[in-house]
């Protein structure tokens, strides 16, 4: 399953305003670029994309965008199994925690939503006592086209 579509253009600005974070014309680039991605994007691949909305976007900025989107838990940071190395991806944070599927061979990444998956988080939380604030779930394997 690709990405989920897009959200509604502005979402991540809105919500730095709401939390008083100054918004600056190279990170309304670089949101912008985050909220219409439709795959997991590097932090060059980002680069490259937000350089065409704004060319004064550099890379510190990216990198420290970066940052501040995660300490404000808005994205989250993936390694995807380390398939196309040991590169990070990013990816808005959804409503709904999800499963990554790597396929070993072509490198397809695919998302999947559960049900299990939050009844298993459900029960960490009950018997383990313990209060799950990040889950993270990736499986590499072989999509159904590479497993022919």
């Given at each position: 399953?690709?990405?989920?579509?897009?959200?509604?253009?502005?979402?991540?600005?809105?919500?730095f305003?709401?939390?008083?974070?100054?918004?600056?014309?190279?990170?309304?680039?670089?949101?912008?670029?985050?909220?219409?991605?439709?795959?997991?994007?590097?932090?060059?691949h980002?680069l490259r994309?937000?350089k065409?909305?704004?060319?004064?976007?550099?890379r510190?900025t990216?990198?420290r965008?970066?940052?501040l989107?995660?300490?404000?838990?808005?994205?989250?940071?993936?390694?995807?199994?380390?398939?196309h190395?040991?590169g990070?991806?990013?990816?808005?944070?959804?409503?709904?925690?999800?499963?990554h599927?790597?396929?070993?061979?072509?490198?397809?990444?695919?998302?999947?939503?559960?049900d299990?998956?939050?009844?298993?988080?459900?029960?960490?939380e009950?018997?383990?006592?313990?209060?799950?604030?990040?889950?993270?779930?990736?499986i590499?394997?072989?999509?159904?086209?590479?497993s022919?």
């Amino acid at each position: 399953m690709p990405l989920p579509q897009t959200e509604m253009p502005g979402r991540l600005q809105a919500l730095f305003s709401e939390r008083g974070i100054r918004m600056t014309q190279q990170r309304r680039a670089i949101l912008q670029v985050m909220e219409t991605a439709t795959k997991h994007l590097d932090a060059a691949h980002l680069l490259r994309k937000a350089k065409r909305l704004d060319p004064s976007v550099d890379r510190s900025t990216v990198y420290r965008t970066l940052q501040l989107l995660k300490r404000h838990g808005l994205i989250d940071e993936l390694d995807l199994m380390h398939i196309h190395g040991e590169g990070h991806y990013y990816e808005r944070k959804l409503n709904r925690d999800h499963i990554h599927m790597a396929c070993l061979r072509c490198g397809k990444i695919m998302e999947f939503v559960s049900d299990i998956f939050d009844k298993l988080k459900g029960q960490v939380e009950k018997d383990c006592r313990f209060r799950i604030v990040v889950s993270r779930l990736e499986i590499g394997g072989y999509c159904a086209s590479c497993s022919k």
